[in-house]
């Protein structure tokens, strides 16, 4: 089991930038990658960074440019940076994990979400 514990939401005028982080514990082989979500009240949920086990990371087009993940694979922890939000931006924002749980077995867990406002 692993459980993720999010944190760095709040509220931020347009323009402004917010850190989130995520935070792995429980018994795992290793981390595959770790992913932010995030969903709009009406939307479905999107991806919107993954970070792979091999240092790939992948945005969607529309944080392009603006918002960065990083991992602290010491710490199995994963981070987004996100710099100059915008109102679209708000939402409720996941961590998702896959991990090699087992010899034979992948598994994937979810964080709590954490909310993101964008508004002045």
């Known amino acids: 089991q692993v459980h993720l514990v999010e944190s760095g939401g709040g509220l931020v005028q347009p323009g402004g930038s917010l850190r989130l982080s995520c935070a792995a514990s429980?018994?795992?082989?290793?981390?595959?990658?770790m992913e932010w979500y995030r969903q709009a009240p009406g939307k479905q949920r999107e991806l919107v960074a993954r970070?792979?086990?091999?240092?790939?990371?992948e945005y969607v087009d529309s944080v392009k440019g603006r918002f960065t993940i990083s991992r602290d694979n010491a710490k199995n922890t994963v981070y987004l940076q996100m710099n100059s939000l915008k109102p679209e931006d708000a939402a409720v924002y996941y961590c998702?994990?896959?991990?090699?749980?087992?010899?034979?077995?992948?598994?994937?867990?979810w964080g709590q979400g954490t909310q993101v406002a964008v508004s002045s």
């Open positions: 998702h994990a896959v991990v090699q749980a087992t010899i034979t077995t992948i598994g994937d867990f």
């Open positions: 429980g018994s795992f082989f290793s981390m595959l990658y």
């Open positions: 970070f792979g086990s091999s240092g790939v990371v």
